[in-house]
């Protein structure tokens, strides 16, 4: 459900607070704008969503490109040194998926957030539309792990040139494969297991430049999070912990999910940011905790001290919670989103951009019936207590929202595995490739 207020501003030039007032209903206008914007720009992503799901490959031909393995598979080679404090090479077995989780069932990893990249490509070379001859090709996938490329230089003392250096290579590589030359990229598609400002490097170190350079302007880009003034750039759903094979993994889950137990009405799975002063997390941590005058109502699992490290605590408290509460973290979109949906636990939303404006292609553009909409200007004055408000919202309204979520939204938001034969539904992968062929298809059709 969306709550929406409407405030009336008024402007005096004799009143300095009225004139500030005035600067604010400007500043109100500006975002007004922003969003319209990027609202237009969705309604474009959705008019590419394809309406035969059972679609053949005569002319919808994909093209892997066999990039030099420093592009990705060398990468992976680097997992151990990846990120000072673990190794990441555990996350990289099963074809990315992660080690099993059997205590889940069937179809269950320890997948990491950021292994979209070769989880995709896996994917794609098992595509039944994949084609060898580039000549016949409508769509061009190029397998660049430029997540991964970041990761590794994250908490690493380099120059931004070394940052920048696998990126302006693989631009001279793409210039030369005729493919590219054609359409100037507009037929590519990258997928991108980071966040899109992690590629748009202006000042400071953070990042590379990657999606700054302007041979990169035209392909698709694919990411876990989308900058939503880049018409190219398309929010796709993050890696969750399920990955099903066949419909009877997909089928088993639900009835799992729809009737388990929700002993708990709020829980929110994360940790603080002392160090944001924008941040809303501290807020609803005291609300989630201090519910306990009212029944123990919220449950907060503390991620700052590895209480989320297991994915199955993650999992199993919001199997048994009605609503997961989402704010915003280091940016908008969070993971969790998505563990919360396949969970069957309705998010709490406080910002729009951590869903409304990110993934046109696998989430109603109707959100009320998936999740619960509070802004975060309210809770920042606290203005709401958004537990007690919660717990207003009736039974039947609860079980409306998670059936929707459970029946409607579930398969479309998990990636199968690479050798997955789902014949009842689409995951998030089979909707992206329908997309993306719909997409570079009306391309020609205008051009």
């Not at 090479?89 to 269950?108: D, T």
């Not at 595509?127 to 230089?153: M, Q, S, T």
Request: with cysteine; hydrophobic share 35%; glycine share 6%.
């Amino acid at each position: 459900m969306v709550m929406k207020e409407t405030v009336e501003v008024v402007h005096d030039e004799a009143d300095p607070v009225l004139m500030r007032n005035g600067e604010n209903k400007d500043r109100e206008e500006d975002i007004a704008n922003a969003k319209k914007e990027v609202e237009e720009q969705l309604r474009l992503h959705r008019s590419w969503i394809s309406e035969n799901k059972q679609a053949g490959c005569e002319g919808r031909g994909v093209y892997v490109y066999d990039l030099p393995s420093k592009f990705n598979k060398d990468l992976v080679g680097q997992c151990r040194d990846m990120v000072p404090w673990m190794d990441f090479c555990k996350y990289f077995k099963n074809e990315a998926l992660g080690e099993p989780i059997p205590k889940l069932g069937n179809g269950w990893y320890q997948t990491h957030q950021y292994s979209l990249e070769p989880i995709f490509h896996q994917r794609v070379l098992k595509h039944p539309c994949r084609i060898y001859n580039e000549n016949e090709a409508k769509l061009f996938y190029v397998p660049f792990y430029g997540g991964l490329d970041i990761l590794r230089w994250h908490f690493k003392n380099v120059s931004n040139d070394v940052k920048d250096a696998l990126s302006l290579e693989l631009i001279t590589w793409l210039e030369k494969q005729k493919p590219w030359a054609k359409n100037s990229g507009k037929d590519h598609v990258i997928v991108l297991g980071k966040v899109s400002w992690d590629f748009r490097r202006k000042d400071g170190s953070w990042g590379t430049r990657l999606l700054e350079i302007d041979q990169m302007e035209n392909p698709i880009k694919l990411l876990i999070e989308r900058q939503p003034w880049q018409p190219n750039d398309i929010g796709i759903p993050h890696p969750t912990y399920f990955h099903p094979h066949s419909d009877d993994d997909i089928m088993a889950w639900q009835w799992k999910i729809i009737s388990s137990y929700r002993k708990r009405l709020v829980s929110f799975a994360g940790a603080a940011r002392p160090g944001a002063a924008e941040s809303i997390r501290s807020i609803l941590i005291k609300q989630c905790n201090s519910s306990a005058h009212n029944g123990n109502q919220c449950h907060f699992l503390d991620c700052s001290s590895g209480g989320c490290d297991q994915p199955e605590s993650v999992i199993e408290l919001f199997m048994e919670s009605e609503f997961c509460l989402q704010p915003p973290g280091d940016s908008p979109t969070r993971k969790s989103l998505f563990d919360s949906l396949i969970s069957g636990c309705i998010p709490v939303l406080f910002d729009p951009f951590t869903a409304y404006y990110q993934y046109p292609w696998h989430l109603p553009e109707d959100h009320e019936n998936i999740l619960w909409f509070v802004d975060q200007e309210e809770v920042r004055q606290v203005k709401v207590n958004v537990v007690e408000m919660l717990m207003k919202i009736s039974k039947k309204e609860r079980d409306d929202m998670r059936r929707y979520i459970v029946y409607e939204l579930l398969p479309g938001l998990v990636y199968g595995d690479s050798t997955a034969k789902l014949e009842k539904f689409q995951d998030a992968f089979s909707i992206i490739m329908s997309n993306l062929m719909e997409r570079v298809t009306k391309m020609d059709s205008t051009a």
